[in-house]
């Protein structure tokens, strides 16, 4: 193999440091290029899609994440021991840590992405923003030091101020001080969330915007010193400062701050002789832009810059590493269309959107032209709570934003994810949203939505009578699982009345029966039909009244899962609800006596607040779960004392597990 001073002129193998959907996503362009891949796995992903998909694959020794996927010296020895040529290390994990491409362009090979001098430039925030500074790029009012300087400064510019991880990335190690009550004990949680993701606990502070856009530009540059800017992307709608939903290019946007931004971003590359994939981030303020942030690695929403432009960004990355030039000047780039991606969650909206792990059911992705989905989930899996919730992005081109909206919406209702919870409809309900059509999107769009439309947003708006009519369309003939819930039931055509369990609340539906296809409920004296127009194994089609509804569906344990236009719910016969279910559907949450706080997902205890004999008042912090990568507050229900506290720092406990014992008596 041709080698020269400064890496592999050729790439016959690569191993992917990395896991789940970004793994997929590069195996893909690999494959197509006849590289063959490497795929790493820990016991948990033995069955993953990823580690199916690749030419090779090894298994991690150890459990946890600094055992397995954040194991620099296990991954190269890997890589070395496979005879891989290079290493691209996808995004998240280590893909921003310098010492891993030290560790790699060390062992000899090639590590696709930048220098390991600029990961670490820009992976410190702070002298990121130092750096922008001096260049000229404007920055947001902030400050460095200790907790003492800090709270002064933060005192000096004035709250609302944003505590930011130095060494933060994907939205990680961010969170929001009002007051100075707040800020020690935010310090302290941002200190200890960076320290366990990115290992560095500086922090920074930051005067904090309240509506600002957040554009960020994707770029190339190769080892010749071109840069190539592939135009913005809008990436304002957020949740805890995650992205949900971006798009390209940025609705709204002037060309002359469009100009300025692509000249920022495209001075600080070159100031840094940067090389590969990277993207620069912006917060907008009306007129005014400000310096965020530099992403040294491919980015989760890059599909949509891919779908306008045309280009493989993984390719152009691999090509990159092997010394060759840009495929395409700046003068040959054009731009094409619009796309949108929707981020889809494992996690429940109707429960201020906890992670929602667990065992998937039933997935099916929808088809057709202009559509891109981007997953790592079979037909069947599990969630993991040890990784981050995300589990599919969806994402749709058209010559239009707001064909590529509509059709986004549609192929939304058609994802379909039975098992755990997922925020689909919150999805739908965003892009149905009159800000996000007019383009007016900002950082805080998607909390204050709810207050604008005077709705609860994420909360299913399910229909409870056409739920009840599908339950008893779901005919058992092909179905082992319904012929048990059916059995359970007796015969329908005998009872005038449905006694059902919907999301575990009682619902009764009176009905006439016609044909096992046929059915009718009277509303406001008028007689509404419904009628079954046809079923397979896990999706119909009703008619009501002249419109036609899909549901898809499947059972399990006595139940019928359904998801209808995004939404999801348990439906089940309610005279046959086991003690245990009652138990907890009747359950008091105001303390009387005695109770028992579980854990409301799967997750690792990462801070207990309380010992036994502690007065907590209602809300209070009880102790603080970690799942999926986001620290989870369990608070008290009520006034009283802390009997017994169930659990240890560091422990991992399953749902419903028991946590803390109240008691309005102290013992």
């Not at 329908?492 to 609340?505: D, G, T, Y």
């Amino acid at each position: 193999m041709e080698k020269t001073m400064i890496g592999i002129k050729r790439i016959n193998k690569v191993l992917v440091a990395n896991r789940g959907e970004i793994a997929v996503r590069i195996f893909s362009t690999l494959h197509q290029m006849g590289i063959t891949t490497v795929a790493v796995y820990s016991e948990q992903d033995k069955n993953s899609m990823h580690v199916r998909l690749a030419d090779e694959r090894y298994l991690l020794d150890g459990k946890g994440l600094a055992d397995t996927y954040l194991n620099i010296g296990q991954m190269v020895r890997i890589a070395r021991e496979c005879h891989a040529d290079a290493v691209h290390p996808g995004y998240g994990f280590l893909s921003e840590n310098p010492l891993f491409a030290r560790s790699v362009k060390k062992a000899g090979l090639l590590f696709i992405g930048p220098s390991e001098e600029v990961i670490r430039l820009m992976g410190n925030k702070s002298e990121a923003r130092e750096l922008a500074r001096k260049l000229g790029i404007p920055i947001i009012e902030g400050a460095t030091g200790n907790d003492t300087a800090l709270a002064k400064k933060a005192g000096k510019i004035g709250y609302p101020v944003m505590v930011k991880a130095a060494g933060g990335a994907g939205g990680k190690g961010m969170r929001i001080a009002s007051s100075p009550g707040e800020l020690q004990e935010i310090l302290e949680s941002t200190r200890r969330e960076a320290k366990s993701y990115f290992g560095n606990d500086e922090v920074y502070i930051e005067k904090y915007l309240s509506e600002p856009r957040h554009i960020e530009i994707q770029l190339l540059a190769d080892q010749k010193g071109h840069v190539l800017t592939l135009f913005e992307r809008e990436c304002s709608l957020q949740r805890r400062h995650q992205k949900i939903v971006e798009e390209a290019p940025a609705p709204n946007l002037s060309q002359s701050l469009r100009t300025k931004l692509i000249q920022s971003a495209r001075i600080l590359a070159e100031h840094i002789s940067y090389v590969s994939a990277g993207t620069v981030e912006f917060l907008v303020d009306g007129n005014n832009f400000y310096f965020l942030e530099m992403n040294t690695r491919i980015q989760v929403e890059h599909p949509v810059t891919e779908m306008i432009t045309g280009l493989d960004i993984v390719k152009e990355q691999i090509h990159i590493a092997t010394e060759r030039p840009l495929s395409m000047s700046q003068n040959q780039l054009s731009l094409h269309g619009h796309a949108i991606e929707a981020r889809i969650y494992a996690e429940d909206p109707g429960k201020g959107f906890l992670p929602s792990p667990g065992k998937v059911l039933f997935h099916q992705i929808p088809k057709g032209k202009g559509l891109r989905i981007d997953t790592a989930l079979d037909s069947r899996g599990e969630i993991s709570g040890l990784f981050d919730p995300m589990i599919s992005k969806v994402i749709f081109h058209a010559n239009s934003r707001e064909t590529a909206r509509k059709k986004l919406i549609q192929h939304l209702k058609d994802y379909v994810l039975l098992g755990v919870q997922t925020n689909i409809c919150y999805l739908i309900e965003l892009l149905g949203s009159e800000d996000f059509i007019k383009g007016n999107t900002h950082t805080g769009l998607a909390t204050k939505l709810p207050e604008n439309k005077n709705v609860s947003y994420g909360e299913c708006k399910i229909d409870k009578h056409l739920l009840a009519m599908a339950f008893m369309f779901a005919n058992p003939a092909n179905d082992p699982g319904m012929k048990s819930t059916w059995k359970q039931m007796g015969f329908w055509r005998l009872m005038p009345v449905a006694n059902l369990m919907i999301n575990k609340e009682f619902f009764q539906q009176k009905y006439l029966y016609h044909s096992e296809k046929h059915m009718s409920i009277t509303e406001s004296e008028k007689q509404i039909p419904y009628r079954l127009i046809n079923r397979d194994s896990h999706t119909m089609r009703i008619d009501v009244a002249g419109n036609i509804h899909k549901l898809y569906y499947d059972s399990v344990n006595g139940e019928i899962l359904f998801q209808h236009n995004g939404c999801t719910a348990t439906v089940s016969p309610s005279q046959h609800l086991g003690r245990d279910i009652l138990r907890e559907i009747n359950k008091n949450p105001v303390l009387e006596g005695e109770s028992l706080i579980k854990a409301p997902m799967h997750g690792t205890i990462i801070k207990i607040n309380v010992k036994p004999g502690d007065i907590v008042n209602k809300g209070d912090s009880l102790l603080i779960l970690e799942s999926m990568k986001m620290e989870n507050k369990i608070t008290a229900t009520a006034k009283a004392f802390v009997k017994k506290v169930h659990v240890y720092r560091g422990e991992m406990v399953a749902d419903n597990s028991p946590l803390i014992h109240l008691s309005d008596k102290l013992v």
